[in-house]
Structures are given as structure tokens and as C-alpha cells.
T-cell receptor, first 112, second 113 residues
């Protein structure tokens, strides 16, 4: 698989349920960032976790990072219909410009 | 809250024409980026720009592409002679010094006919 691969590719849940999305990557990273994209729109930054962190919270979001397994997960608790979007992980690595490498994304549908 | 802005939101052009996509990064940011997303595919890095020069570029960013910061606020991407396969959403992003978070604009949808 390529750097920053999310699974599942698509996830459909009922409003109020929790949604978990996973991301795997191959190379060493400095940080991993999660973004949300509503259909055909821009990328909204959700949360950044550094390589020396294991877990981070922001509101209803919880991100974990396991550098030994080169994987991360994004948990959205108590989902809402407005959470319907595609979610991407992006890894930043190396020195210099910190270009981001994105995965293909998980398309989350929250059914009211 | 400051945000990255991009114009136009949608650009339609004929194959072979030149297009310029415009971005206004967040005002105190010094690192600027262009990415693109072909419909249904991953967001791909094109180029990064710092201190008035390109710091990194991807294989996609060939001689048909150029970037410029013509004044203190704008950051542009020019495609000299567009091809059908350049049709994509183009995102500008910016980042402040000593942070890793990149903030993205809403994108410009480029359609090459």
C-alpha cells in the first residue's frame, strides 16, 4: 500500500454512533494530520499529532498514533449528520518544506 | 479567523491555453504550497515555495507549471499550455514558521476542454 492509506474506503453509520477510521503509512514521519473534505469543497484541518505523541483529543475527535505499526486512527464520537464528509490522513516527513502525502480517504456517511 | 482564499472557484479553459490560479495565503505565513486532486483520486503535492523560491517540487510539476509571488499577498500557479489531464481541483495551502499545520484554501476547479 502507499503512504497514507485509509480504511475503510467508505463507512455508513447512524447518527449518534461512533465512527472510526484508520490510516497506515510506510515511511518515517514527523507528524500526521487529519483533514475533512465536504463533497467538492476544500480541505479543513482537523487535528495534528506528532510522531512522539500517542493520543490527542479535540472536541469529539480522538486521534491515536502507533509509530511501531505505522498506523493512526481517527475516532469521531456521537456522530452527527453534519459529519458526513471524506476524511483524509496526511503525513508530513523529512526536513524542509514538509510537503504532505495524502491517502485516498474514507467517505463517511452519517444517517440521521 | 484568517483563511486561505483562492480565485477563481471554477475555471474552464480550452486545451493549450494558459491559466493562472490565484491564492492569498494567511498573512503571517511564510510557506506556501500547491496541491491538486484529480476527481476521485488522492490529493497530490505539486510544489512548495519559501523565501521567494521553490523549495520542493514533485514529478507532476514539470516545465508547464510555474509559481510566483508577485506581491506581498498573492501566490499564483500558472499552467502554460493546459492539457486535458490537468483537469483537477487545485488547492493552495500555507503554513506559519515553526508549525506543521497546513491550512488549505477552498480550491479552484480547473476544467480543460
Amino acid at each position: 500500500s502507499q503512504q497514507g492509506e485509509e480504511d475503510p474506503q467508505a463507512l455508513s453509520i447512524q447518527e449518534g454512533e461512533n465512527a472510526t477510521m484508520n490510516c497506515s503509512y510506510k515511511t518515517s514521519i514527523n507528524n500526521l494530520q487529519w483533514y475533512r473534505q465536504n463533497s467538492g469543497r476544500g480541505l479543513v484541518h482537523l487535528i495534528l499529532i506528532r510522531s512522539n505523541e500517542r493520543e490527542k483529543h479535540s472536541g469529539r475527535l480522538r486521534v491515536t498514533l502507533d509509530t511501531s505499526k505505522k498506523s493512526s486512527s481517527l475516532l469521531i464520537t456521537a456522530s452527527r449528520a453534519a459529519d458526513t464528509a471524506s476524511y483524509f490522513c496526511a503525513t508530513g516527513s523529512g526536513a524542509g518544506s514538509y510537503q504532505l502525502t495524502f491517502g485516498k480517504g474514507t467517505k463517511l456517511s452519517v444517517i440521521p | 479567523e484568517p483563511e486561505v482564499t483562492q480565485t477563481p472557484s471554477h475555471q474552464v479553459t480550452q486545451m493549450g491555453q494558459e491559466v493562472i490560479l490565484r491564492c492569498v495565503p494567511i498573512s503571517n505565513h511564510l510557506y506556501f504550497y500547491w496541491y491538486r486532486q484529480i476527481l476521485g483520486q488522492k490529493v497530490e503535492f505539486l510544489v512548495s515555495f519559501y523565501n521567494n523560491e521553490i523549495s520542493e517540487k514533485s514529478e507532476i510539476f514539470d516545465d508547464q507549471f510555474s509559481v510566483e509571488r508577485p506581491d506581498g499577498s498573492n501566490f499564483t500557479l500558472k499552467i502554460r499550455s493546459t492539457k486535458l489531464e490537468d483537469s483537477a481541483m487545485y488547492f493552495c495551502a500555507s503554513r506559519a514558521t515553526r508549525t506543521d499545520t497546513q491550512y488549505f484554501g477552498p480550491g479552484t476547479r480547473l476544467t480543460v476542454l
